[in-house]
Each structure stands twice: as C-alpha cells, then as structure tokens.
C-alpha cells in the first residue's frame, strides 16, 4: 500500500518561497511505472495541477502553465520523496496543496498526501 | 475556471440514485479517460473511479461511472447519508500531461 506524508511550513510571507516535501512509503519515487505530482486546492482556483517529476532513465518535469517559471518539483532519491518549491509567492498561492501519484500512462491519481493548508501572508 | 462543468450540487433522498455529470470537450474528455474522486470536508480526494468505469479495490459497487463523447457522468444507487462528500471529475488535456479537474459537485443525502 503506497503512503504519502506531506511535511512543510504552514505559513510564508509574500515574495519569498514555498516548500514542501512528500515522503513516499511503499513505492519508489525512482520507478519507471508512475510519475510524482503537486496538486493544489482553493475556493477560487478550485483542484489545480501543478507539475510533476518522473524518472525515466533519467529525470523529468513538468509544469503548469499557471505557475511555469516559478515552480520547480524534484525528487530526492535517498529519503525516497519529492519536493515542491513555489517562489514569489502572493496571497493568491493561498490554498491546500497535495502530492500525489499517477501511473505512468494514466490521467488519475490513486494515492494522495494528506494535504497541507499554506496560508501567503505578512 | 474549471475546464470540464459539473453541476454545482444535487440531492437526493437515502436509498435513491443520483447521477452528477461531467462536462468537457473534444480534446479532453472526447479523447481520454475520465475518473471521479470523492472528498470528505478536511480531507484529501479519493479515486473513486477510473478508465470512465473502473472501480479501485474496496470501492462499493453503488458508484458506476460512464462516458459517452465529451461527457460522463458519475452514479451512485443507494444512498447513504455517508455519501454527502464533495466528487469531483478529472481526465487529462491533449497532451497527457496535464491533469484537469471539474469544478466539483457537492452532494447531499436529504
């Protein structure tokens, strides 16, 4: 049963950046058969992909359009998670923000973190 | 904006059926599978659905999903009050690379 445990600062004060990290248990975040992604949920925005990282013979990313520039998701194959990092981030950044897994191939996400709320605030 | 449309909520009464429908295109929908996921107050989403009409292990056989062109639809016979949740639908964009979600459509058990 694959596992994911978001870790990550509840608060971050405009124009700085946004951390997070997901640890997988049960997988690998190095397989060939899914791809690791960041999701984020609002009240205005509603469930919004956000990228994901991939390995396949070598590292992947990709990017949504809405944040592309200002994002960047990787992997940390020792500890077995991925990261996401959101720099200039404003009050519209405000939103839970989930990791997720996708099989390689696959349009769904079959297992999600448990979800960070990440307030951008002064 | 959402770019595929649900319905922004429906009812029904224990014990009966409801349908909530999923609205895309033909570059989304039209071409790829849809799943739905269901989500609880405070929680993270759950695959409910996926490949239009598969269901994940442990998934009741009381939610069924379809496709047919650019649009699916998501039911669920039997109602129980512990159905009220929050089901949202996903498929992906023409590029297989981007997920999209619906809108989400809140259901509640009268």
């Known amino acids: 049963q694959v596992q994911l445990q978001q870790s990550g600062p509840g608060l971050v004060k405009p124009s700085q950046t946004l951390s997070l990290t997901c640890a997988i248990s049960?997988?690998?975040?190095?397989?060939?058969?899914?791809?690791w992604n960041w999701i984020r949920q609002s009240p205005s925005r509603g469930l919004e992909w956000l990228g994901r990282t991939y390995y396949r013979s070598k590292w992947y990313s990709d990017y949504a359009v809405s944040v592309r520039g200002r994002i960047t998701i990787n992997a940390d194959t020792s500890r077995n998670q991925f990261s996401l990092h959101l720099n200039s981030v404003t009050p519209e950044d405000t939103a839970v923000y989930y990791c997720g897994r996708r099989d390689h191939g696959k349009g769904y996400l079959d297992y999600w973190g448990q979800g960070t709320l990440v307030t951008v605030s002064s | 904006q959402s770019v595929l449309t649900q319905p922004p909520s429906v009812s029904a009464a224990p014990g009966q059926k409801v349908t909530i429908s999923c609205s895309g295109g033909?570059?989304?929908?039209?071409?790829?599978?849809v799943s739905w996921y269901q989500q609880f107050p405070g929680t993270a989403p759950k695959l409910l659905i996926y490949?239009?009409?598969k269901r994940p292990s442990g998934i009741p056989d009381r939610f069924s999903g379809s496709k047919s062109g650019t649009s699916a639809t998501l039911g669920i016979t039997g109602l129980q009050t512990g159905d009220e949740a929050d089901y949202y639908c996903?498929?992906?964009?023409?590029?297989?690379?981007?997920?999209?979600f619906g809108g989400g459509t809140k259901l509640t058990v009268l």
């Open positions: 996903g498929t992906w964009d023409g590029s297989q690379t981007v997920v999209l």
């Open positions: 490949d239009n009409d």
């Open positions: 049960g997988d690998s975040v190095s397989t060939n058969s899914a791809g």
């Open positions: 033909s570059s989304d929908i039209g071409r790829h599978y």
